[in-house]
């Protein structure tokens, strides 16, 4: 129908996750083991408060909340994929604990697409295999301070 207005489907390689050499100038690569699943979360915890209707006091109360702190994470999975996972072993075991990354929803910013600039810490990896077949690589990688720049892409 005309004058119809749809989403605009986006693949899900199109979130990706680029880490910090370290190097100055630094330099962000994608891990070639997240290849599959990939995704971020953003949250926050908050306090409430009930405040009484001082007019009405039989009223019912209204919430009031305040951010307390947010929290962003990235969660990815793949076939492992071996410098990578040397990588990410060693980032997991504490060799530059903290690094550089861009959380990337790789669109133009005219269609919704951003880049999250953060320091992320890797809180879990595992690689794991059946006999017979492809090792596979999961991962999660969590704030470790607050997020240096969220803009629209160019």
Do not use: Y
Not at 36 to 49: D, E, N, Q, V, Y
Not at 93 to 120: D, M, Y
């Amino acid at each position: 129908m005309s004058g119809d207005t749809f989403v605009l489907p986006v693949a899900g390689e199109q979130i990706i996750l680029l880490i910090g050499n370290g190097a100055t100038p630094e330099v962000f690569s994608h891990s070639a083991s997240i290849n599959t699943t990939r995704g971020f979360t953003g949250s926050a915890k908050f306090s409430s408060t009930d405040v009484a209707d001082d007019t009405n006091p039989s009223a019912a109360a209204k919430t009031v909340r305040a951010i307390q702190s947010t929290d962003l994470s990235f969660d990815g999975a793949g076939t492992a994929d071996g410098p990578s996972s040397l990588n990410m072993l060693q980032w997991s075991q504490g060799v530059n604990p903290q690094r550089n990354c861009k959380i990337v929803f790789n669109l133009s910013g005219a269609n919704g697409g951003f880049t999250i600039s953060v320091p992320l810490v890797c809180e879990s990896f595992a690689i794991t295999g059946a006999a017979r077949d492809k090792a596979t690589f999961t991962g999660k990688f969590s704030q470790a301070d607050a997020p240096t720049s969220i803009a629209a892409n160019a």
